[in-house]
């Protein structure tokens, strides 16, 4: 049986019958494969997992101990798969093997910087006052911190939209989704993950107000 010589190959050819698993010809590369590659592989996802438990901790500093960290990985869960909808709709082919291989690196790229600015304007930012209204509140926050957490945006996906123009085949199709992910990504951020501020804002003015 022919030893698959990259991460494609894999995918490929199984060199297996029809029908059989392709978990074999994954384990024959995996023995196969240059330990640097598999170093660098192990060193980004430990980075992605360290990067989830930031997110955690970073929003326990804003008085929730599990639900904003686990929204805000919904919301990026939502993107993905809304991205990969419209890379599919568009037409454009991905190997699904090359993506596990560079996502983790764009999670750690990325990061969750945006939602944790955008949460801490909504609950501890001037705008947070208990006297006025969720709403003018959270449109306060967004005014605020929307213009540099857009623009952000928009410069991540001019990057990825130059590696998506690039004629390197791999990179060109991981650019192009990772680019849809930050799109959904933004408009996720505005309005699924706001109206989620807006309930715990609301939560919390109404614990505020029983010592009072």
Known sequence: MAIPKS?????????TPCGTPLFPSGLTFLKNAPTIDIVIMVIGYLTMHFTFVSLFLNMRTMGSKFWLGATVLISSTFSFLLALATV????????????????????VT???????????????????????????????AVREKGPRIVRDYLVEIAVLALGAASGV??????CFLAAWILGWDCVLLFTFYTAILSIKLEVHKIRVSRWY
């Not at 991460?7 to 060199?15: E, H, L």
């Not at 568009?90 to 764009?106: D, Q, R």
């Not at 910087?113 to 006297?131: C, D, I, N, R, Y």
Request: aromatic share 12%; no cysteine.
């Open 7 to 15: 991460w494609t190959d894999v995918f490929a050819y199984s060199g």
């Open 88 to 107: 599919d709709y568009l037409g454009v082919p991905i190997n699904m093997v090359l993506l596990s291989e560079g996502l983790p690196f764009l999670v």
């Open 110 to 140: 990325v990061g969750f910087e945006k939602p944790f600015l955008l949460t801490k304007a909504v609950l501890l930012g001037k705008s947070s006052s208990l006297s006025r209204p969720t709403k003018d509140n959270v449109n306060d």
């Open 169 to 174: 085949r791999g990179l060109r199709q991981f």
